[in-house]
């Protein structure tokens, strides 16, 4: 079935980087997009980005644009989300998704 | 980039139906038959519940049910029973981008 396994989070200060990854199994990864979702402590849902099956076309949120680049590497089966320039509004719980099925998420703090 | 608008809360008794509104505009929800409905328990990852409007995954149980007027969605739950207490976000596609609503918290009680 598929699975999908989030990594990178952490403590990180404000302005600093950041690399998430999602490493998937159990569906062919290349054929399908991928997103990143994330949730904020207490609160709901936003959509961060997505990339097209073959990488080809990237979106951002307003929130995140020229912050945030989404990225794949489909011989691995991994999926990417390099943070840059951090705030403390990107504080969450970052899910990757594809086709209905979300990972477990991976938590990034932004403190100083 | 507007999120989607749900009820911050809803409530029924086991047995009973409850519906969950969703609204959107003509470049969301009303321009596209591409509605998601997903159930989030405390600290679990968000669960597919309802897809494409009206799709359930397998395995979701046939007491959940979607559909669509214009620029609104809205997701039944009949025949209440505790363990549907969560709360219930719909998302919408728009314009290449995913758009969530503010989430709904269902109280069983």
């Known amino acids: 079935q598929v699975h999908l396994v989030e990594s990178g989070g952490g403590v990180v200060q404000p302005g600093r980087s950041l690399r998430l990854s999602c490493a998937a199994s159990?569906?062919?990864?290349?054929?399908?997009?991928m997103h990143w979702v994330r949730q904020a402590p207490g609160k709901g849902l936003e959509w961060v980005a997505v990339?097209?099956?073959?990488?080809?076309?990237?979106y951002y949120a307003d929130s995140v644009k020229g912050r945030f680049t989404i990225s794949r590497d489909n011989s691995k089966n991994t999926l990417f989300l390099h943070m840059d320039s951090l705030r403390a509004e990107d504080t969450a719980v970052y899910y990757c998704?594809?086709?209905?099925?979300w990972g477990q998420g991976t938590l990034v703090t932004v403190s100083s | 980039q507007s999120a989607l608008t749900q009820p911050a809360s809803v409530s029924g008794s086991p047995g009973q139906s409850i519906t969950i509104s969703c609204t959107g505009t003509s470049s969301d929800i009303g321009g596209y038959d591409f509605v998601s409905w997903y159930q989030q328990h405390p600290g679990k990852a968000p669960k597919l519940m309802i897809y494409e409007v009206t799709n359930r995954p397998s395995g979701v149980s046939n007491r959940f049910s979607g559909s669509k007027s214009g620029n609104t969605a809205s997701l039944t739950i009949s025949g209440l029973q505790a363990e549907d207490e969560a709360d219930y976000y719909c998302?919408?596609?728009?314009?290449?981008?995913?758009?969530f609503g503010g989430g709904t918290k269902l109280t069983v009680l």
């Open positions: 159990g569906f062919t990864f290349s054929s399908y997009g």
């Open positions: 998302s919408s596609y728009t314009s290449n981008r995913g758009v």
């Open positions: 990339i097209w099956y073959d990488g080809s076309n990237k």
């Open positions: 998704a594809s086709q209905g099925h």
